[in-house]
């Protein structure tokens, strides 16, 4: 049984990406105002980039095992994974957002100005990119698959444009996880 009309698959990628990546670039940007979310204590603020980090390299599990399921046939286990990874990621994101607005902004790097300049901010640079290149392609293929019964669903774009989100994801979140390397470990 279909839960999306299919003729509202484009135009409902369109609406949710636009609104989800104003809402992060706005968090990023300073638009948000620190009053619209509860204040949290300290600790709870220094705690998101670890959560967040055992977030990202648990969504590059469970992509991966996703990945493995649909390869081996098995459709039940990669709708599981392929949920599940898109859940950690929306964890991931209020989580990353709740910190952005709640302490005025993104974090500072650390460390010396030429790690900034030619390490950091080139892989922060490269994972927000692929980061927000996901979102449509995410969008797309989880309203297919809503959309569309399995016995149809390989009529659609759902797996060549699943494979290229996917693998963009797992750059993405692997990258996600240097930067906190970075950031949070060596400086």
């Given at each position: 049984?279909?839960?999306?009309?299919?003729?509202?698959?484009?135009?409902?990628?369109?609406?949710?990406?636009?609104?989800?990546?104003?809402?992060?670039?706005?968090?990023?940007?300073?638009?948000?105002?620190?009053?619209?979310?509860?204040?949290?204590?300290?600790?709870?603020?220094?705690?998101?980039?670890?959560?967040?980090?055992?977030?990202?390299?648990?969504?590059?599990?469970?992509?991966?095992?996703?990945?493995?399921?649909?390869?081996?046939?098995?459709?039940?286990?990669?709708?599981?994974?392929?949920?599940a990874s898109f859940g950690l990621f929306a964890a991931f994101l209020v989580?990353?957002?709740?910190?952005?607005?709640?302490?005025?902004?993104?974090?500072?790097?650390?460390?010396?100005?030429?790690?900034?300049?030619?390490?950091?901010?080139?892989?922060?640079?490269?994972?927000?990119?692929?980061?927000?290149?996901?979102?449509?392609?995410?969008?797309?293929?989880?309203?297919?698959?809503?959309?569309?019964?399995?016995?149809?669903l390989s009529q659609t774009n759902h797996a060549r444009v699943g494979r290229?989100?996917?693998?963009?994801?797992?750059?993405s979140f692997a990258l996600g996880i240097v930067v906190y390397v970075l950031?949070?470990?060596?400086?």
């Amino acid at each position: 049984m279909a839960y999306v009309p299919r003729e509202r698959i484009r135009p409902l990628t369109v609406v949710l990406s636009v609104v989800s990546l104003g809402l992060v670039f706005a968090a990023a940007g300073g638009q948000i105002p620190q009053s619209t979310v509860p204040a949290a204590p300290e600790w709870i603020l220094d705690l998101i980039p670890h959560v967040n980090v055992a977030i990202s390299a648990t969504a590059i599990g469970t992509i991966a095992l996703g990945w493995r399921a649909i390869r081996r046939g098995r459709i039940d286990r990669h709708r599981v994974a392929m949920l599940a990874s898109f859940g950690l990621f929306a964890a991931f994101l209020v989580l990353y957002l709740y910190r952005l607005v709640a302490t005025g902004g993104p974090q500072e790097f650390p460390g010396p100005a030429a790690v900034e300049q030619f390490v950091y901010l080139p892989i922060l640079a490269v994972h927000i990119f692929l980061a927000v290149v996901c979102i449509p392609l995410l969008y797309y293929v989880l309203l297919l698959a809503g959309a569309y019964p399995l016995e149809e669903l390989s009529q659609t774009n759902h797996a060549r444009v699943g494979r290229v989100a996917a693998s963009l994801w797992l750059i993405s979140f692997a990258l996600g996880i240097v930067v906190y390397v970075l950031l949070h470990v060596t400086y």
